[in-house]
């Protein structure tokens, strides 16, 4: 369940208590419970809002950048990763990547080593679009 739909079932149950409580003559629980549920709705917000904004600046989860980074290093040929870039298109994502390889190969041998760079992002990660810059080492 996503945090605003958990926000919404304590605002509901935040109700319930407060109707209870005026209906046994408790009439300080609904304030109190009110207080409760309102710093859920301002914890909740801040985190839409914290999660969105990092999301519409282009943020990106680290550990899942890391995780790019180490099925690009089994794809063979790979000598190393100099630089890996990810950002989100709407839903989707799209990765720019700097590997190095042998600078003995040909311009097929490197093209068909980025070729199997994106192709194993597309394939294990899902995503959108990968774009390679093959440097020699």
Same mark, same amino acid.
């Given at each position: 369940m996503r945090e605003d739909n958990?926000? $919404?079932?304590w605002v509901s149950v935040g109700t319930? &208590?407060? &109707? &209870?409580g005026a209906q046994f003559g408790l009439p300080w629980l609904d304030p109190i419970t009110a207080i409760?549920?309102?710093l859920i709705i301002c914890k909740t917000g801040w985190e839409i809002?914290? $999660?969105?904004?990092h999301h519409l600046t $282009?943020?990106?989860d680290v550990k899942q950048i890391e995780s790019y980074k180490d099925s690009i290093i089994k794809c063979y040929g790979v000598k190393g990763v100099q630089d890996i870039k990810a950002r989100n298109y709407g839903n989707?994502?799209?990765v720019d990547i700097v590997i190095l390889v042998n600078s003995d190969l040909d311009i097929r041998g490197a093209h068909d080593i980025a070729t199997k760079v994106e192709n194993e992002l597309i394939k294990e990660h899902h995503v959108l679009d990968v774009h390679v810059?093959?440097?020699?080492?």
């Amino acid at each position: 369940m996503r945090e605003d739909n958990l926000s $919404d079932a304590w605002v509901s149950v935040g109700t319930f &208590i407060g &109707i &209870i409580g005026a209906q046994f003559g408790l009439p300080w629980l609904d304030p109190i419970t009110a207080i409760i549920v309102g710093l859920i709705i301002c914890k909740t917000g801040w985190e839409i809002f914290r $999660d969105t904004s990092h999301h519409l600046t $282009d943020g990106f989860d680290v550990k899942q950048i890391e995780s790019y980074k180490d099925s690009i290093i089994k794809c063979y040929g790979v000598k190393g990763v100099q630089d890996i870039k990810a950002r989100n298109y709407g839903n989707n994502v799209v990765v720019d990547i700097v590997i190095l390889v042998n600078s003995d190969l040909d311009i097929r041998g490197a093209h068909d080593i980025a070729t199997k760079v994106e192709n194993e992002l597309i394939k294990e990660h899902h995503v959108l679009d990968v774009h390679v810059h093959v440097e020699p080492n």
